[in-house]
């Protein structure tokens, strides 16, 4: 045909082979004939309204093939010259085995394009200048079999396009698919985005659907506020490139998973801000990590399988992760500014927060771990489910913030480093195990108003050098276990220890409560280490408290409490309100300080029923104050009971106890009033007491209780000296007392240790005295004992008279009248007389024989003067003694011997033994003789007599003694 002829044709044309430019025209019209071509044609344009095929050979067109609602049927392939466009709006159809479409240049497609069993289409820009573009308004439809690919160029037209099952399709360059038709991946059928260097395939204004299989090979995939990815079936990606959006396309568009998203290839698939990723299926990441920069939402269906080493990040964007949502193996991490909501329980292998903020109610399992500057907004509740690790970490001096949160832990959580921020509506629960190693604070940060609670129902263990701190605007609450195996606890805050709380301390390791406000309820336990009250703080114990050993040292102390174990306080502690501390009677309380410190006991009763050591600092009581002693109070401090503060003084002080007084310098009652029925032992230093401030003194009597004062101790009360002892005291060595004009005793005194005590006045005994070893009574006066007067010691007076009982070893100085019971030794002894010694008629003279060695096993009596005899003498066997005959006893040894004994009662002697009394008057000595056994009767008579006698006599003598 030649150039310029238009050809229509209407019935069957076979061209058969064409030769080079065969066919040259104008204008090739077929309107309702079956054309079938092959060869070359060349014609400006080729309109198709009926059949045409092109054979096996193939077509090579140099023109525009405008296939106008007809059938384009290609056996063979059809190529078209650059620059020349095919346009459809009828059917082409690729029936043959090596059929293809070469399209060089822009093509426009409408209608159907079918590419049934067999056939390929390749429509291919080899420039890839970007100008290359396929448009319909049909449906692109890639059958079974066949294959459809493309690189570059765009998709422009509402038409959609179906892969088939067994169809397949592979888009290569920077494709471009804008206006809105659907791209639907039938289940069989497969799409293959590819590509290379950092190109991108835009799916802007789409809606691609995958129920077969999508690969994902190479280049970014673009989206906008339109597009939307479903994959509801298998979806493949190795490409380490990006759901983006780019070319200033609006963002929004959604990628929705209800298949397997299998990630493979090492580097990163991100969904990057703009980009909405839904997820109701499965990701299997088996390569590398998938990245959520965008908004999300994962179902509670979803499973997200990790190989080793790989990863789920969720980074600054918004995402939801809802109930039953699984994370198994490899790392989900949540950072940086996203905010992330999980709602429910949220499984995972291990999981890191380490930025952003999370939200929501939710239940966490598996493991979980936060770096600093994490942040949980909003009011809401997270819990660690008892399956569940969280661990508190970070670095340097960051904040793990807690704000408007319950956190509850029925796991486990470490908390290893960063602070914990805490607001006023933050409550933090731990129900089983919180480990804390951090040496970091529970506080308030970045301006937040401080509060908030942490309460403990089960066990806080703190390990780690480092003290952890719950600052000043914390609430801390236990009923549970505490456990210090390393550093300390620091509750700066409000607190309450209920009475089940158990604080475990490994040596070395404290819980330190200062400059808030605590309760610490009956029953609490501290064992081992050190717990310690101070500052500014103000402690409430209630009922019985136990610790090992417990430092108050400032602050102030309330309460009615009973404590157990070892407490020291400072100077400047304060016991505040009325309210009673009692020192148990494990209970060890030491007042310490230093300087001229005070610790205060205003209005508050005392009462000690184990050790109280006051070793610094005076004790500041006022009107209210009352301190009882039952046990051992040892005062060492040097320094006062005092009143300061403005206080009015006063107080009492009873000691029903031991008061002993250690310590070389004075301690002084000088405002409360000092009361002693017990002990007060007085080993060292001195103690004074303010006029009025003795309880004991009644007039110029010394009252009640028992008083020791060591040596080189000294006793004094301001007001004027004693001259009556109506209490129990004794004087030890080179003892000072206040009383050195006593001059009557009806209590108990003795002076003991080498004790030197002299009058010149008149002394009158109707008590207990007891001059001891070592020891001296000196009066230049006259003594009159009716009374108990033991000397194992010296004594001397002018006169000594005894109406009531003289014992002892010692040495009386003076002239000796006695009309009471006079018993020398000390069961038995020897008791010395330096001048006369006149036994009235109403004396009783009590001698112990346990022995034949005077003075050591019998008693006896040296008077260097006069012995003037009179009264009974009363003989006694001791110590199972039986003597023999022939033994001897001389009980009195004197300068002379007058008188008799009104009567004499010796015991019992063995059979065929009596006594010899002959030399008893002259020379003291009594013996013991053979003699005839007598008449039974008179035997028994004698023995009865004998017997009572006795007996009256160990009566008398026994409370002589």
Avoid: C
Avoid at 379 to 395: C, K, Q, R, Y
Avoid at 435 to 444: H, I, L, Q, R
Avoid at 800 to 829: E, R, V
């Amino acid at each position: 045909m030649t150039a310029g002829t238009t050809t229509i044709v209407t019935t069957a044309y076979d061209a058969a082979p064409f030769p080079d430019g065969a066919i040259r025209a104008d204008t090739f019209r077929n309107l309702g004939g079956l054309v079938t071509a092959t060869g070359r044609m060349i014609v400006p344009t080729l309109l198709n309204q009926a059949q045409f095929t092109v054979g096996a050979d193939g077509l090579w067109l140099t023109g525009n093939f405008n296939n106008q609602g007809g059938t384009l049927n290609l056996v063979g392939r059809l190529a078209l010259d650059p620059g020349f466009s095919l346009t459809n709006s009828g059917t082409i159809v690729l029936s043959g085995p090596n059929s293809a479409l070469i399209q060089n240049g822009v093509s426009v497609f409408g209608g159907d394009f079918g590419v049934p069993t067999g056939g390929a289409v390749e429509v291919r820009d080899r420039h890839i200048d970007g100008n290359s573009s396929l448009s319909y308004n049909g449906t692109l439809i890639v059958g079974s079999g066949s294959s459809f690919s493309r690189w570059g160029g765009s998709f422009t037209g509402p038409g959609e396009i179906h892969i088939g099952t067994g169809g397949t399709m592979w888009l290569g360059g920077n494709g471009y698919w804008g206006d809105g038709g659907a791209i639907t991946i039938e289940s069989g059928g497969a799409l293959t985005i590819a590509g290379h260097d950092n190109g991108i395939h835009r799916f802007y204004n789409r809606v691609l659907t995958n129920n077969g299989t999508v690969t994902h090979e190479e280049r970014h995939i673009g989206l906008n506020v339109n597009t939307t990815i479903t994959n509801n079936s298998l979806w493949i990606d190795q490409s380490g490139f990006a759901f983006t959006v780019r070319d200033g396309q609006t963002g929004g568009g959604s990628f929705v998973n209800n298949g397997t998203f299998r990630k493979l290839g090492a580097n990163e698939v991100a969904f990057d801000p703009g980009v909405n990723l839904v997820n109701n299926g499965v990701f299997d990441i088996q390569q590398g990590g998938i990245g959520l920069y965008g908004t999300g939402t994962l179902a509670g269906s979803t499973v997200v399988n990790m190989a080793a080493g790989t990863y789920f990040l969720i980074r600054d964007g918004e995402a939801t992760i809802r109930s039953g949502a699984r994370f198994n193996g490899g790392d989900v991490s949540f950072g940086d500014a996203g905010d992330t909501t999980l709602l429910g329980d949220i499984y995972v292998t291990h999981a890191t927060f380490w930025g952003g903020a999370l939200y929501g109610d939710h239940t966490l399992h598996g493991s979980w771990w936060t770096g600093a500057n994490a942040w949980f907004g909003t009011p809401g509740t997270t819990t660690i489910a008892s399956d569940g690790i969280w661990e508190f970490g970070g670095h340097n001096n960051g904040v793990n913030r807690l704000y408007d949160r319950s956190f509850v832990n029925n796991g486990l959580v470490n908390h290893t480093s960063s602070h914990i921020g805490m607001n006023t509506a933050t409550t933090i629960t731990n129900n089983a195990l919180w480990v804390d190693s951090s040496g970091y604070a529970f506080t308030a940060a970045d301006g937040r108003p401080g509060g908030g609670s942490f309460i403990n129902h089960g066990t806080f263990r703190k390990t780690g050098a480092n003290e952890v701190a719950f600052g000043g605007s914390m609430n801390f609450v236990n009923d549970g276990l505490i456990d210090v195996q390393a550093g300390g606890i620091g509750i700066y805050g409000t607190g309450t220890l209920a009475g089940s709380t158990v604080v475990n301390m490994a040596t070395g390791t404290y819980v330190l409560i200062r400059d808030g406000t605590v309760t610490i309820a009956s029953g609490t336990r501290f064992n081992g280490g050190d717990v310690g009250f101070g500052d500014a703080g103000k402690t409430t114990l209630s009922g019985d408290v136990y610790v090992n050993r417990a430092s108050f040292w400032g602050g102030q102390l309330f309460g009615d409490h009973t404590l157990h174990g070892s407490w020291w306080t400072g100077g400047n502690a304060w016991f505040g309100t009325p309210g009673t501390t009692t020192i148990a009677s494990d209970g060890i309380w030491e007042f310490g300080g230093h300087n001229n410190g005070i610790n205060r006991i205003y209005d508050r009763t005392f009462i000690n029923n184990g050790v109280i050591n006051h070793t610094d600092s005076h004790l500041g009581m006022n009107v209210n104050s009352a301190i009882t002693n039952n046990a051992l109070w040892v005062e060492s401090s040097n320094y006062s009971f005092t009143t300061s503060d403005g206080q009015a003084g006063g107080g009492t002080f009873v000691n029903s106890g031991t008061f002993r007084k250690e310590g070389a310098t004075q301690v002084a009652f000088h405002s409360p009033v000092f009361t002693n029925t017990g002990t007060v032992d007085v080993t060292a230093g001195s103690l004074y007491f303010n006029t009025g401030r003795l309880a004991n003194r009644v007039g110029n009597a010394l009252v009640g209780g028992t008083w020791v004062l060591r040596d080189g101790t000294y006793l004094r009360d301001e007001a004027a000296a004693l001259t009556n002892n109506q209490a129990n005291l004794t004087f030890y060595g080179n003892a000072f007392y206040w009383g050195s004009a006593l001059a009557r005793n009806e209590g108990t005194l003795r002076l003991l240790g080498g004790h030197a005590f002299a009058t010149t006045t008149a002394f009158t005994n109707t008590g207990t005295l007891e001059v001891g070893a070592g020891s001296s009574f000196s009066s230049t006066s006259t003594f009159a004992n009716s009374g108990t007067l033991n000397v194992t010691g010296s004594f001397t007076a002018g006169t000594l008279t005894n109406t009531g009982t003289l014992a002892g070893s010692g040495s009386l100085h003076g002239n000796l009248l006695s009309s009471g019971t006079l018993a020398p030794g000390n069961s038995p002894g020897l008791l010395s007389v330096t001048g006369n010694l006149s036994l009235l008629n109403s004396s009783q003279l009590l001698i112990e024989l346990g022995g034949t060695a005077r003075g050591v096993t019998f008693d006896g009596i040296d008077v260097s003067g006069t012995l003037t005899l009179g009264g009974q003498l009363a003989v006694s066997l001791v110590d199972s003694f039986n003597p023999v005959s022939g033994a001897s006893f001389a009980l009195f040894n004197a300068g002379a011997i007058t008188g008799g004994f009104d009567s004499v009662s010796l015991p019992a002697l063995g059979p065929g033994l009596t006594w010899n009394t002959s030399g008893l008057s002259s020379t003291g000595v009594i013996s013991v003789t053979a003699s005839a056994v007598p008449e039974p009767s008179t035997y028994a008579a004698v023995a009865g007599v004998l017997a009572l006698g006795w007996a009256a006599w160990r009566r008398r003598r026994g409370a002589g003694r």
